[in-house]
Every structure is written in C-alpha cells, then in structure tokens.
C-alpha cells in the first residue's frame, strides 16, 4: 500500500449527510459551561465560608479551655472571620453581576468576564489575601502550643517540631499550586475564550 | 451588523456543506464513539460562536478546518483522552457507501480503520498535515491553515508521510 491507495480509500470514506446543527443546544451548551463554572465557584466560596467560620468556633472553645493566656487565639479568630468575610462578599459580588435569562448573549458574554477577571485576580494575589492569614494563624497556634508546653514534653522536641513546621509548609505550597494550576489550566483560557467572544459580538454591533 | 438568523442560517448551510470535514477530524483526533460526540459537539459550538469573526478573505473550508483542528488539538490537551480502542469501525458500519459491492466495502472499511488507527498514532502536527494532504488540499492552504511557510509544508509533510507509512507498518503488522 502506498500514498496514493491511502488518498483513494481516505476519498471513498463513507460520511454521514445533512447538517444536524441545532442552534439552541449549541447555545446551551454555552450556557451551560459558564453555569457549571459558576456552580464551582459558588461551591467553593460557601465551603471556604463555612469552614472559615467553623475555624472561628473552634478557636473560641480552645482559647476558653485554656483561658486569658491563650488570648492570642482571638487574633487567630479574627484572622479566621476574615477569610470568611472575602467568600461571603464574593457570594454578594456574584449577585451583583448576575444577568437575567432574557439578557443578550453580549450581556451574558460580560457578566462571566467580570466574574472571570475577579477569579484571576484572586488567585493570582492567594499569597496575599488567604494564604498569608493561614500561615499566620497556624504560626500562631504552634508558638502558644509550644510555649505551654513542658520541659522535655513531645511538643517541644525538635524533630517533631520541625516535622509539624514541613507539614504545614506541605499544605501551604500545595494549595497555593492548585491555585496556580486553576489560574493557568481553567480560569485564563476561559478568560481568553470570554474576551475573543466579547470582541466579536461588540464588533458586529 | 448580521442578525442572528443570518447567523445561523450560514452556520446550518456551512455544516451542510462541510459536515466531512467535522467528522474527518472527530475521528481522527477522538478514539472512541463517546469521544467522537464531545469532540463533535465542541467543535459545533466553536465554529458557531467563531463564525462571526469569518471576514471571507478565507476559503470557507480552509476557515472551517483551522477552527476544527484547533479546537481538536485543545479539546484532547485539555481532556486528557486515552488512546482507548479506535471505534472508527462502528462509525463506518452506519454510513457506509451502498454504491460499492460488499467485498469493496469490506476491503476499504479495513483499510481506513488501518488508516485512522495510524493517524491516531502520529504526532499531533503530522495528524493535521497528513489529515489536510489526504484530503486533496494544496500547499497553500496547508500552510494558510497550519501557520506553516508554503516552502516548509513539502519537506513537513514529506516527514510526516514517512512517519504515517512506518505507523500503517506497524498497524497492519499488529493485526496480522
């Protein structure tokens, strides 16, 4: 067999006819990208809300066991309250952008880039506004853990402490990579994607 | 400004007329039948909300094949797709060309599963040069689609070809 057999077949192949193009699903199907995304991020922001706030509970029932001297624990609460504080106006911001389902395909095209943009931004500065409170809050805890501690008790010994410390080290560079894999792999291309679309839509009008 | 129902008239027009070219690169760039209708619907909804930015300058099918493979190239890197068992063959048995006797059928039906399954063997440039040169297209729009210089598709296409016939090779030795 050589070229010219492959061509000969390769012009034989049986295609299917007719178009089989149906507007409204492709439509939907857009629509549904951009719904599925905003779920993801609706999910994410009262999860972290939650647990924010789950944290804040948690940290006023350890610093009443132990009392007045343990009153770093309410900067950790504040700390903690904080976090939730930016996923519940992420939730109001939302709102605000939100479009009606009679709303134009440009309209829907701009709400998403500005949830987009916001997203990017967000992750791009995680260092700044969540991951910076979490290495403190945990900075925290392990001072007063280990400041109360006995002399020659677990929580002092060096090895273990310096096991604790790469641990949450682990954590912390963990979640700043799922972040920049999310910037990198979903949210620019999407944000690419919403941005050639916005451009072509304003052109035509 | 085009209204929407110009738009989708040409949309449903273009599919009428160049749905070939949709279904050449869904199978040769989505491996099982699954695949193929993702791959399909994907490669719908970018030529539909692409077409707007059509200017004309471009031959329609050149247009609609550089808006096919790049959305064929995303939509595997993005997906992570297994090389899972081709299902081309499945695909053949319900389209297939009733002017040809049966033992045509058979033989060519063989043939371009030997064919796909070497395609999907090749790099992800060389599937798109050898998918393009199967299909008849000059050098120019090979290199129009591409983003290959018009003097470069020969040599490229020449490595390519050589890659496809050790691929066949290597198919056909595996299935004997």
Avoid at chain 2, 34 to 53: F, G, M, P, T
Avoid at chain 2, 57 to 73: D, E, G, H, P
């Amino acid at each position: 067999m050589n070229w010219n057999d492959y061509e000969a077949v390769w012009k034989r192949q049986p295609l299917p006819k007719g178009a089989e193009a149906d507007v409204s699903e492709l439509r939907r199907s857009f629509e549904t990208k951009s719904r599925k995304l905003e779920a993801t991020i609706r999910v994410r922001d009262y999860t972290e809300a939650g647990a924010g706030l789950v944290v804040t509970v948690a940290c006023g029932f350890i610093w009443a066991k132990h009392g007045s001297s343990w009153w770093p624990m309410g900067l950790i609460m504040a700390l903690m309250l904080g976090l939730s504080g930016v996923f519940i106006r992420e939730r109001l911001m939302a709102r605000r952008w939100r479009v009606g389902p009679a709303a134009s395909l440009l309209a829907k095209v701009e709400a998403d880039l500005a949830v987009m943009r916001r997203q990017c931004r967000l992750a791009e500065k995680v260092w700044l506004w969540y991951l910076a409170p979490g290495v403190a809050a945990l900075a925290i805890h392990l001072c007063l853990v280990v400041r109360d501690a006995a002399p020659g008790s677990v929580q002092r010994d060096p090895w273990l402490l310096t096991g604790r410390i790469f641990f949450y080290l682990s954590v912390i560079l963990f979640t700043w990579w799922i972040n920049w894999r999310t910037l990198r792999r979903r949210l620019r291309p999407r944000l690419a994607e919403l941005e050639k679309l916005r451009d072509e839509l304003r052109a035509e009008a | 400004m085009r209204s929407d129902i110009d738009h989708t008239v040409q949309f449903k027009a273009w599919l009428e007329e160049h749905r070939g070219i949709l279904v050449k690169v869904e199978r040769a760039y989505a491996a099982t039948a699954a695949d193929q209708a993702d791959l399909q619907q994907e490669l719908k909804l970018q030529l539909w909300i692409s077409l707007r930015n059509y200017s004309g300058q471009a031959k329609a099918s050149t247009w609609i094949y550089r808006v096919c493979l790049n959305t064929a190239m995303t939509w595997r890197r993005g997906t992570a797709r297994r090389e899972a068992r081709i299902e081309v063959g499945a695909d053949l048995d319900r389209t297939g060309d009733e002017a040809a006797s049966p033992a045509q059928q058979a033989d060519d039906r063989e043939m371009l599963e030997q064919l796909y399954a070497a395609i999907h063997a090749l790099p992800e440039a060389d599937r798109a040069l050898i998918l393009l040169a199967l299909d008849g297209l000059a050098y120019r729009e090979i290199a129009e689609i591409t983003g290959l210089k018009e003097n470069h598709v020969g040599v490229a296409l020449s490595r390519a070809r050589q890659r496809l016939a050790a691929q066949m090779k290597g198919v056909i030795d595996e299935l004997e």
